[in-house]
Each structure stands twice: as C-alpha cells, then as structure tokens.
C-alpha cells in the first residue's frame, strides 16, 4: 500500500527553543527532518550548552542551508563557514556561531530528533 505524507512547519510536532535558538521538527514514521533558526549572537557555547551540559556539541549533523552564515570548529581545531545553499556533516565535538546580522535557518536530517535535548 502507498503512503504520502505531507507536514509543515508552522504546526511542527515538536518546537524546542533555547537562547537565540529554535528548533521546528515534523516526523513522518522513522524519518525527522528539522529547520534550526539560530539569531544573530547565537554561539553553540552560549546558547545551547547550558542545556545540554556537555563540552561541546555532541550530535552528527546533516543539513542544508537555508540562509545566514555559520562557523564552526570541531574539537580537533578544524573549521568550516557554511552559508546559503551548502549542504553539510559535521560530526560530534564541535562550537559553532553565527557570522553577521542576519539568522541561519539550516535544514537538518540527522540531529532534529535530539538538538538541544539534555
């Protein structure tokens, strides 16, 4: 039997927000897809730490973006700037913060179900 499915996410099944940070996600059986919209100032470090209470951000990361810009540094000194249009892994252990004055809005497939989440 065929299934179509079909979601938004202006009635998102979950929205989690933190400092400068908000997550949308919407599922559909085993499959979770998220927009983040972090604001000019966010910083992983300072937004999103003090939920989750680890070093540095442990979840895997695959996304798209949607607009602004993001720079991030892995644990192992590594950086990359992501901007409109990149598609993107990053892998546990890494800061990140947002470049200029407009928000990153990312599309995620991989961390939408635990981001932010202690």
């Keep these: 039997m065929s299934s179509l499915q079909a979601g938004t996410f202006e009635k998102a099944d979950e929205v989690r927000s ?6 949308e996600v919407v599922t559909f059986g085993g499959a979770t897809v998220g927009r983040l919209t972090m604001e000019p100032g966010w910083s992983w470090s ?6 989750v209470g680890t070093d540095s ?3 895997h990361h695959v996304g798209v973006v949607v607009s602004g810009q993001l720079h ?3 644990d ?3 950086t ?3 901007t409109q249009g990149d598609v993107y ?28 989440k202690t």
Excluded: R
């Design 18 to 23: 933190m400092d400068k940070t908000t997550v």
């Design 46 to 51: 300072a937004c999103v730490k003090p939920n």
């Design 57 to 59: 951000c442990q979840n």
């Design 72 to 74: 991030v540094v892995h």
């Design 76 to 78: 192992d000194g590594t």
């Design 80 to 82: 990359m700037d992501l």
């Design 89 to 116: 892994e990053i892998t546990p252990g890494h800061d990140g913060w947002v470049v200029g004055d407009e928000a990153f809005v990312g599309l995620e497939f991989a961390s939408a179900d635990t981001y932010g």
